[in-house]
C-alpha cells in the first residue's frame, strides 16, 4: 500500500509569518496537532504542532499573537513522497520520533500521513504500532 492510498489529502497550511497565536486556533477549529509551514509559493519550510507553541512560546513567557510561527517552528524535516510504501513510512516517522509527515511531490506539500492513518490500515498495522512504542518510550525515557 502507498502513502498515497492513506493520507490525508486537504491539508491546512500555514504561512511563517502568521502568528503562533492564529496557528494555535487553525490546528483548534481543524482538530490538528501539526500544521505544515508553506511559503507562498507552496513550498514547505517547516512544521509548527500544538508542542511547538506551548514549549517554544507560551512556557518561554511569550504573547502567541506577537510572535510568528517562523520562530518556533521546527525546520528539520522528515518528509514522505506519495508514492512510497506505508511501512516505509512508519518506520521513518519511527527513526525520526513523529507522530505526523508531510506527503511531499515536487517540493509542495500534497497530504499529511499519521500513525493514526496506518494503523488503520491492516497492512501497516505492526509497523504504526512499533513506530508508536518506540516514539512512545522515547518519550518516557527523556521525563526520566
Request: proline letters at 3%; glycine letters at 6%.
Amino acid at each position: 500500500m502507498q502513502v498515497r492510498d492513506l493520507m490525508t489529502a486537504s491539508v491546512v497550511t500555514i504561512t511563517p509569518q502568521e502568528s503562533a497565536a492564529l496557528a494555535a486556533r487553525l490546528l483548534t477549529r481543524h482538530n490538528l496537532g501539526a500544521l505544515p509551514v508553506c511559503t507562498y509559493d507552496g513550498a514547505l519550510v517547516g512544521i509548527v504542532t500544538d508542542r511547538d507553541i506551548v514549549t517554544r512560546c507560551i512556557a518561554a513567557d511569550q504573547d502567541p499573537s506577537r510572535v510568528s510561527v517562523e520562530d518556533i517552528m521546527s525546520r528539520e524535516l522528515t518528509v514522505v513522497a506519495p508514492g512510497e510504501d506505508a511501512k516505509q513510512a512508519a518506520k521513518r516517522m519511527a527513526r525520526a520520533q513523529i507522530r505526523r509527515l508531510p506527503v511531499v511531490e515536487e517540493g509542495q506539500v500534497r497530504g499529511m500521513i499519521s500513525l493514526g492513518d496506518l494503523a488503520l490500515a491492516h497492512r501497516c498495522e505492526m509497523e504504526a504500532a512499533s513506530a508508536l512504542s518506540e516514539i512512545s518510550g522515547n518519550v518516557a525515557r527523556r521525563k526520566l
